[in-house]
């Protein structure tokens, strides 16, 4: 068994199917979204496989990851306009499902 399938295993004793979940159903869940590392960006060219999206207020979503060797990150991303985009994965944490597994890619224009 690899180490990301291991990362997963523990992970997927969470059984929900939506990836946004309130905070009280997150915790119902076995998740709290205050265990996990805040970051401020995730990390390039690690495979990340999406936990969980747990909603702060009506303009703010936590997005939950965790990488192949089991270590955990907290995104947290402000919405507009209905759209929670995480600017490194250019993607809409809405759109994110239980289980998805997200690479960020290297950003050239930061060279």
Known sequence: MTSFQAAERQHRQFEHSLFTLGFRQALD?????????????LPEGTPLMAIAGVWGDYSDIRCLFIDQDGQ???????GRAGRYVIRELDWNAKELQVAQVLVVLKDCRST
């Open 29 to 41: 869940h076995g998740i709290d979204y205050r265990d996990y590392q805040k970051v401020d960006r």
């Open 72 to 78: 955990t990150y907290r995104r947290h991303i402000s």
